[in-house]
């Protein structure tokens, strides 16, 4: 089973959107950076993730 969901990065110099899948069996993540604004506008990437011990752990690659 999965779930999929939608996410908003935000600081001071803007936001980045994207979305995500994660698998409850693996715990792994995978995903998109579809667009930004402020100094992110127009960015692109992905999103990916494993299960940690005490949590997931998450890295986000991107440009603009």
């Known amino acids: 089973s999965s779930v999929a969901c ?3 990065l ?4 803007g ?4 979305h995500f899948v ?3 069996s693996t715990g792994n993540l995978t ?6 604004s402020g100094l992110y506008k ?6 990916s993730g494993t299960a940690q011990p005490a949590g ?3 890295t986000v690659v991107y440009s603009t």
């Open 42 to 47: 127009n960015a692109t990437g992905t999103i």
């Open 10 to 13: 935000a600081n001071s110099n």
């Open 15 to 18: 936001m980045l959107y994207g």
């Open 6 to 8: 939608w996410v908003a």
């Open 56 to 58: 997931e752990g998450v």
């Open 22 to 24: 994660i698998s409850f």
């Open 31 to 36: 995903g998109k950076i579809t667009s930004g």
